[in-house]
């Protein structure tokens, strides 16, 4: 299929599936994530960014597949970022560049009471096989934060398709199936050391109080 061909039909995939399709879509695995890291090799779920020193921060976007997925890879994926600041600004770039791309990362914290509308859909000319970065963001701003923010990853809304309310992406299979992932979490300037859990984010592997105050001195 020709690759614009191949990306209108994801695309309309995401936004038109049958809501008997979205239910029978299967999860990717326990071990599947789409998530917001500090670092491009995906191993890191913490940062730290003081604004009034350095005025922009660079956060990746990427997605990890469970060993027993038998199909790694996207040709697109729907979700949105909650938690950034209002007043915090972002660029984004993306490592392989979408074709298609339709709405906001920003999104709020709870999209069902609140009502407002917020993610977004991305949809690549080709499969992107393999765990890898997806997007980077630059985030930009001149004022002290707070500890402890917490981005989620979390679903659009409102989504793409009525019935299925998840963070999703397509797999690169003959039909673009639509299949649901586990949204990651990120914690922006943590007060204590991992392992602890920020509101329900594990900020990434163990590490004693003592290496914990050096790693903060590091990044400042």
């Excluded at 008997?20 to 191993?43: H, R, Y």
Aim: proline share 11%; charged share 15%; aromatic share 10%.
């Amino acid at each position: 299929m020709h690759p614009k061909r191949t990306v209108l039909f994801a695309m309309l995939l995401l936004l038109v599936a049958s809501p008997g399709a979205a239910q029978l879509t299967p999860p990717c695995g326990d071990e599947c994530l789409l998530g917001v890291f500090d670092d491009s090799t995906m191993t890191r779920k913490f940062g730290f960014w003081d604004p009034t020193a350095v005025p922009l921060k660079e956060l990746w976007v990427g997605i990890q597949f469970d060993p027993a997925f038998p199909n790694p890879g996207v040709t697109g994926v729907e979700f949105g970022i909650a938690g950034i600041p209002a007043e915090v600004s972002f660029d984004v770039d993306y490592p392989v560049q979408p074709t298609v791309v339709i709405g906001d990362l920003r999104a709020p914290a709870d999209t069902i009471s609140t009502g407002f509308p917020g993610g977004a859909n991305i949809a690549w000319p080709a499969c992107l096989e393999g765990e890898r970065i997806l997007v980077k963001l630059t985030l930009f701003y001149t004022q002290p934060l707070p500890s402890d923010l917490l981005f989620r990853v979390v679903r659009k809304y409102p989504p793409s398709n009525p019935i299925f309310l998840r963070v999703g992406f397509t797999q690169c299979d003959a039909v673009f199936t639509l299949t649901s992932i586990a949204g990651g979490c990120y914690t922006l300037n943590p007060s204590g050391p991992p392992p602890g859990s920020f509101d329900g984010c594990d900020a990434g592997h163990p590490v004693g109080s003592r290496t914990w105050s050096a790693i903060k001195t590091l990044f400042r």
